[in-house]
C-alpha cells in the first residue's frame, strides 16, 4: 500500500500513514480524514465491507453446518461449532447467578466468532489486501494508485469497538429494564452504592460505572489490536529477506492476542449482563 513503486522503508512515515488511512466517503480530500472528531456525514466504505463480508461468512457458515447436521458422522465443521458452542454455554453457565435468558449463548457466541474473524484480519500479509484494492482501483476504475486506500482489520478503528460496545450497554439498559422495570432501573441510580440519602453521589458514581463498561470494552478492543497492526506495519519496513522470522513470530504470538481480546469481549458482555440478575447487584 506504499504510494510508489519504490520500497517502503524509502518513506516509512508515508508508508504507515497510508496503511493507516480508511476507505472513506464524506472525508476532507486533502486529509482523508473526518472534519471532526464525530462527524455522523463520515462513512468508512472498508470497515463496512469487510465487517458485512465476515459476518456474512460466519452465518453462511452457520447455515450450512445446520443443514448438514449427522448425529453419528459429524463433519469437521460440525464439531468445531459444537466445540464453540458447548464452550460459550460453560461460559454462561458458570457467570449467570441462575438459568440464562435462552439468548445468552447465542449473543456470546456471535460476539465471539466475529470478534475473532474481524480481528483475524491482522494475519493477512499487511500489502496483499491493499496491493489488490490499488490494482481494482487503477485498472477498473482509473484511480489514482496514489489514493487508493484500504484498511482491512475492522476493530483497528474506534468506530467498530464503540459501535459494538454501545450495543452491549443498549442490551445491559434492556435487560436491567425487564428484570427490575423502569422504577427498579431507576432506583439502582438513586440508591446504590450508599443509599438514598446520598442519591446524589449514587447518580454520579452510578453513571460513571455504567459509562466505563462499553468505554472500556471499546477501548481495550481497539488498543490491542491498533497496536498489533502498527507492528505488523514496522515488520514490513524490514528488507524482505529477513522478515519472515520476526513476521511469523509475532503472527504466532498474535493469534494468541487476537483469540484473547475476543474471548474478553464475549466474557466482559455476559459479565455485564449477568450482574443484571444478581441478587445482590
Known amino acids: ?28 480530500p486533502a486529509t482523508h480524514k473526518p472534519d471532526a472528531l464525530v462527524d455522523m456525514s463520515v462513512f468508512f466504505l472498508d470497515v463496512w465491507l469487510v465487517s458485512a463480508c465476515l459476518a456474512g461468512l460466519l452465518m453462511w457458515g452457520a447455515y450450512k453446518v445446520g443443514q448438514s447436521l ?6 469437521g465443521w460440525q464439531n ?22 435462552a439468548i445468552i449463548g447465542p449473543l456470546g457466541l456471535s460476539i465471539f466468532v466475529w470478534v475473532f474473524m ?22 477498473v476504475f482509473g484511480a489514482d ?16 469497538t464503540f459501535g459494538l460496545s454501545l450495543t452491549v450497554l443498549a442490551l445491559i439498559i434492556f435487560f436491567n429494564l425487564k428484570v427490575k422495570g423502569p422504577g427498579g432501573y431507576l432506583k439502582m441510580y438513586l440508591t446504590h452504592p ?13 453513571l460513571v460505572e455504567e459509562i466505563a463498561k462499553p468505554l472500556s470494552l471499546a477501548l481495550r478492543l481497539f488498543g490491542n489490536m491498533y497496536a498489533g497492526e502498527l507492528v505488523f506495519m514496522l ?39 449477568a450482574l443484571v440478575y444478581a441478587d445482590d447487584h
Open 1 to 28: 500500500m506504499s504510494e510508489s513503486s519504490a520500497p517502503a522503508t524509502d518513506n516509512p512515515v508515508q508508508y504507515i500513514q497510508h496503511h493507516l488511512t480508511n476507505w472513506c466517503a464524506g472525508c476532507d
Open 235 to 273: 515488520i514490513a519496513l524490514m528488507p524482505w529477506w529477513i522478515q519472515f522470522v520476526p513476521g511469523s513470530g509475532w503472527a504466532i504470538f498474535h493469534v494468541v492476542v487476537i483469540t484473547l481480546q475476543a474471548f474478553i469481549f464475549m466474557m466482559l458482555t455476559i459479565v455485564y449482563i
Open 194 to 206: 450508599f443509599g438514598i440519602a446520598l442519591f446524589p453521589a449514587n447518580v454520579t458514581l452510578t
Open 80 to 101: 468445531l461449532f459444537e466445540m464453540l458452542v458447548e464452550f460459550v454455554n460453560n461460559q454462561v453457565t458458570n457467570v449467570f447467578p441462575h438459568k440464562p435468558p
Open 118 to 139: 474481524m480481528n483475524a484480519m491482522d494475519l493477512v500479509p499487511v500489502d496483499l489486501l491493499p496491493w489488490i484494492a490499488t490494482l481494482i482501483g487503477e485498472f
Open 70 to 75: 449427522h448425529p453419528d458422522k459429524p463433519s
Open 145 to 160: 494508485p496514489h489514493h487508493v486506500y484500504l484498511k482491512v482489520v475492522p476493530t483497528t478503528n474506534l468506530d467498530v
